[in-house]
């Protein structure tokens, strides 16, 4: 069953690397200041976003699967009142992302199907699950980002 696990991974890595697009699409056009403003006064700035999703995925994938040691402070994700510089933060982001994709080839066809567990997430029982939800949620927040880019750009 090889084919099916170069498949697996090709669509997965794949998919990782179009969000990575996505939010550098959005993103990169802003100034530092744009990043880190929220636009309404209830939500979050696109740069809290970018944190929040770093945060997952070095969590729920670099801790959790790649064996990283990363420990998250998910409270300080959104609330972070001395935050990183927008270039910072979007390296970190990016060095992640190439972790992700690095975990995603490393996995063998046996691998998609052992048992996970994380704080937080009770529903995904094994890796294919928790590298498919997280690719969910990132894409969530990518779309969130979205809307908030247009919304500065109008500002």
């Not at 190439?98 to 997430?121: C, F, L, N």
Request: hydrophobic content about 35%; overall charge neutral.
């Amino acid at each position: 069953m090889p084919e099916v696990n170069e498949t697996v991974v090709a669509g997965l890595t794949g998919y990782y690397e179009y969000i990575a697009a996505q939010l550098h699409k959005w993103v990169d056009p802003l100034s530092n200041e744009q990043f880190w403003r929220k636009p309404y006064p209830y939500g979050n700035s696109v740069g809290h976003l970018v944190l929040h999703m770093t945060g997952n995925l070095n969590y729920y994938l670099g801790a959790r699967v790649a064996g990283t040691a990363y420990v998250r402070d998910r409270d300080r994700e959104f609330t972070d009142g001395q935050p990183p510089r927008k270039d910072e933060a979007l390296g970190t982001f990016d060095r992640t992302m190439a972790m992700v994709a690095a975990t995603i080839r490393k996995q063998s066809a046996a691998d998609w199907g052992r048992a996970y567990t994380a704080e937080r997430e009770p529903e995904a029982a094994d890796r294919f699950q928790i590298f498919v939800r997280c690719a969910g949620h990132a894409y969530h927040h990518v779309g969130q980002i979205v809307y908030l880019s247009r919304e500065l750009a109008r500002t």
